[in-house]
């Protein structure tokens, strides 16, 4: 396993610029300013429930609405952890979480497989939360997946509030990740008969 599991990224494009340094081996520490209010308390506490120091700068067009800055740093993110894996040797690879936050109850299961797919069972009864639009969730998620090469499934068993739901879902991807990416001493190469996660 890598002793520095760290990545530096910047994205810039005529839509969005986002620059993020992500450790995998943190404390849950976060310094999070993307413009986009609930976007980042989502990924405070993606990063505090996961042990990762996240920091997180990003500029983006919400003149016109979140979309484009909310997907891009989903894709940012998401090759900061491709990059901080390196060859995933010596992780334990599957993580879980079933996690409750008052009447909401939600599974989020994923494979650092290499082969990035969401699979997303999710019924938000609000378009909005506040400000947000909540099919963003989505959006975010799946370009998470896709540019980090995770497997991710999440799956809401119980929920009537839609701010309680969403909060859930980042709570249990970060403790997933948290187990994931997680060294298995048992193991020490790539947890794969293959040889290789791609």
């Known amino acids: 396993m890598q002793l520095q599991r760290q990545a530096q990224m910047e994205r810039k494009t005529g839509e969005t610029e986002i620059q993020l340094s992500l450790s995998l081996d943190g404390s849950g520490t976060y310094q999070i300013a993307s413009g986009v209010g609930f976007l980042d308390h989502m990924l405070c506490l993606l990063a505090r429930h996961g042990a990762l120091d996240l920091q997180l700068s990003a500029r983006g067009d919400l003149h016109i609405d979140d979309h484009h800055t909310v997907e891009d740093i989903g894709i940012t993110l998401g090759l900061a952890l491709r990059q901080a894996l390196g060859d995933k040797a010596g992780i334990q690879r599957y993580g879980n979480a079933l996690v409750p936050m008052d009447e909401a109850?939600?599974?989020?299961a994923l494979d650092i497989s290499g082969r990035g797919h969401l699979e997303l069972d999710l019924t938000l009864p609000a378009a909005k939360v506040g400000t947000f639009d909540t099919e963003l969730v989505e959006e975010?998620?799946?370009?998470?997946a896709i540019n980090s090469g995770i497997?991710?499934?999440a799956r809401m068993l119980n929920g009537r509030n839609t701010?309680?739901?969403i909060e859930a879902v980042f709570k249990g991807l970060g403790r997933a990740l948290r187990q994931a990416v997680a060294a298995d001493e048992r193991?020490?190469?790539v947890p794969s008969t293959k040889g290789v996660l791609v």
Not at 105 to 108: N, T
Not at 140 to 144: G, S
């Open 163 to 165: 701010h309680h739901i």
């Open 151 to 153: 497997t991710l499934h």
């Open 187 to 189: 193991l020490p190469g």
């Open 105 to 108: 109850l939600v599974l989020v």
């Open 140 to 144: 975010f998620l799946r370009a998470l």
